[in-house]
């Protein structure tokens, strides 16, 4: 069944929104001091690529430094970014169909707000179970 959503997922709105995000880290990395910036828009882009299956879970030893360069992410790109996954779930929502995608944008949410001291990993890996 995760591979059935990730591939409909993919088709319709996975492609478009991890290119942005891909688009996004390359241009972060152009500058060295914005390259912690790019390393976060491509996993969040791998993870918008194909997110069934997947789950976000935080750092215990993230220390500070990320949680600055979280407020600065959130300032320039996060909220934007939030925003338009808020608004691409609910579009995708109205159809009975699109809501398994709906939901899957708001899962995207949190990581888009705040990327820096976050993992993405398998749903069935045991720092799932510890973080919950």
């Known amino acids: 069944m995760r591979t059935l959503l990730n591939l409909i997922w993919l088709v319709l709105s996975g492609l478009w929104m991890a290119l942005g995000y891909f688009l996004a880290g390359i241009i972060c990395c152009v500058l060295v001091v914005t390259i912690p910036f790019g390393v976060a828009a491509f996993r969040i882009g791998a993870f918008a690529l194909w997110p069934f299956g997947r789950t976000v879970v935080r750092k215990p030893s993230a220390g500070a430094m990320s949680t600055i360069g979280n407020v600065i992410w959130f300032v320039v790109a996060g909220l934007w970014l939030a925003i338009g996954h ?21 899962k995207l949410i949190p990581v ?6 976050a993992d993405i990993v398998d749903a069935d890996d045991p720092r799932v179970l510890v973080a919950a």
């Open 112 to 117: 888009s707000l705040m990327p820096l001291g």
């Open 86 to 106: 808020l608004l691409s779930g609910i579009a995708l929502c109205v159809t009975i169909i699109g809501i398994p995608l709906g939901l899957a944008n708001f």
